[in-house]
């Protein structure tokens, strides 16, 4: 295929597509939980639901923001969805993958928001019914092993209905699988190569950017990350961007 099919109308530089990605794709054995992880026990899970929960608003509804693959994949089916601006947070790959969507010999990154700019993404509102079992599956999908890799918060979310306060899982700098810092050429080679037992770390970039772009959200940070990703890609196949 010729790397020019792979670049989007009106614009010089190439653009992530699933034909790209699925050149990154290779079957993976799980190779189960990763030895030297302390996982958090179901009375831990349970004690930091029930201390975020203390804070929550008054009229006890619970929306959380989706950022990245909880907007695709969240798990459940929202009560109501809106889009919203989170202000003071961006999304950032900063947590490494060794399973998911890397392994050891090839790491892979994933999203999470750190501090600094703004965000925009969805405000999932949880249904009523059957919100324990929810909360407990998120929990355990975000905080992960010990030192927790996010942060469960209460933040101000602008939108049209309205602001709203909303759950936000945010990055633990003094997590276990917290990669901060990278230049945005790193990130870029580390997501183009990394596959891991759920696919690969470009399909993730990939979903999350065309599943924005749907929702008329464009994220200047991940749009050129996507191009630098794709052109890696092309690169790694012998062919010019």
Known sequence: MNGRSNIAANDTEPRLT???CARVRRAVRDPGPGSGFAYLTDAEYQASIDATLSGRPD????????????????????????IGL???WHRSFCLKTLRWRGTPDCPGLMLALEPGG??????????AEG????????????LGVKPVNHLPRWVDVETEGGAIRALAFT???????????LALEETAAMVARAAGV?????????????RLEALGIRDPHLWRLQ????ACILRDSGEEE
Do not use: H, K, M
């Not at 925009?120 to 509102?125: D, F, M, Q, T, W």
């Not at 990055?171 to 810092?181: D, E, I, M, T």
């Not at 759920?198 to 065309?210: P, R």
């Open 18 to 20: 699933p034909s790209l």
């Open 59 to 82: 009229d006890g509804e619970i929306w959380v923001f989706a950022a990245g693959s909880l907007i695709w994949n969240p798990g459940f089916a929202p009560a109501e969805r809106r």
């Open 86 to 88: 989170l202000r003071g």
């Open 118 to 127: 703004d965000c925009r993404g969805v405000a999932c509102r949880l249904p």
């Open 131 to 142: 919100r324990a079992p929810t909360l407990r599956a998120l929990w355990r999908r975000e």
């Open 171 to 181: 990055a633990n700098p003094g997590g276990q699988s917290y990669l901060g810092g």
């Open 198 to 210: 759920w696919g690969s770390c470009a399909e993730y970039l990939c979903e999350t950017v065309s």
């Open 227 to 230: 191009s630098l990703v794709a």
